[in-house]
């Protein structure tokens, strides 16, 4: 397994004072922003720690905001708050010097076919701007799967828009709880767009974090795909307790170092 490749869950506001440790086990943070404000970070600081990873050969993915985040809305409100905070977490994505910044879609439980039209048409119409600011940084914009059974509205969303800048990062812990289509069947749909991965475990029923293994997610199979069809996707272990995360990097390689691996 590339070590390059994987990336672990570090909350932004706890960076600074995880460097050392990055540095000393060579692990690459996904920088989380999903329990503090941007407004409440120091950017600069930030770089500075962003510098020194890269010195290490260390890159940094970014977790934008995702608390009222809406891009697929019609509400005026939520457009100009979402695309405000667009522009900030781009900011941060440069500071950081991140090749990966994750969004989440917006879209809200259910499959209505009407809302679900309304979110392509305003996603369609929302994404396109940022793609030249993320051509600038060298950075994919990645829209995750949260709660949706299939994956073929954000299909069409990347289709239409075909950018090698806008992607996919595929949530398999999300994709164990809410979807309705098989694994691989998923991977297929999506393999064109598959920019990155989210890996963590749960029974099914809730959204836990857990370290791969400890619960319900296929993980030899989506690990088996991965090495046949798409072996160089970026990965972040997105466990929220640093245990679970070391668990986690211990099955990947158990994987990678076994015959199965080489399937």
């Known amino acids: 397994m590339k070590t390059e ?50 010195e290490e050969g260390l890159r940094t993915a970014l977790h934008a905001p995702y608390q009222g985040y809406k891009p697929g809305s019609g509400n005026a409100t939520s457009q100009f708050y979402s695309h405000a905070l667009t522009e900030k977490s781009l900011h941060l994505a440069e500071s950081l010097q991140a090749n990966r910044v994750i969004f989440h879609p917006g879209l809200a439980p259910g499959n209505n076919p009407r809302k679900l039209e309304a979110w392509l048409t305003n996603s369609l119409a929302f994404w396109p701007q940022y793609l030249s600011v993320a051509e600038r940084l060298g950075a994919v914009l990645c829209i995750e799967n949260i709660y949706a059974p299939q994956p073929d509205t954000l299909k069409q969303l990347l289709d ?54 400890s619960g319900t997610v296929p993980f030899d199979d989506l690990f088996t795909w991965l090495t046949t069809h798409r072996p160089d996707t970026t990965m972040t272990l997105e ?11 211990q099955q990947l390689k158990e994987f990678y170092s076994s015959p199965a691996a080489e399937v």
């Open 5 to 54: 490749l994987i990336y672990i869950h570090v909350p932004a506001q706890n960076l600074a004072k995880n460097v050392n440790f990055l540095i000393d086990n060579h692990l690459q943070p996904e920088v989380a922003c999903q329990d503090v404000e941007l407004d409440e970070l120091n950017f600069s600081q930030l770089a500075d720690v962003a510098a020194q990873l890269q």
């Open 239 to 249: 466990n929220r307790r640093l245990a679970d995360a070391q668990l986690s990097l």
């Open 160 to 213: 239409t828009i075909d950018s090698p800048y806008l992607g996919h990062v595929f949530d398999v812990g999300h994709w164990n709880m809410f979807a309705r289509i098989p694994l691989r069947e998923w991977l297929a749909r999506m393999a064109p767009h598959l920019k990155h991965l989210h890996l963590h475990d749960n029974p099914g029923d809730q959204d836990s974090h857990q370290a791969i293994g």
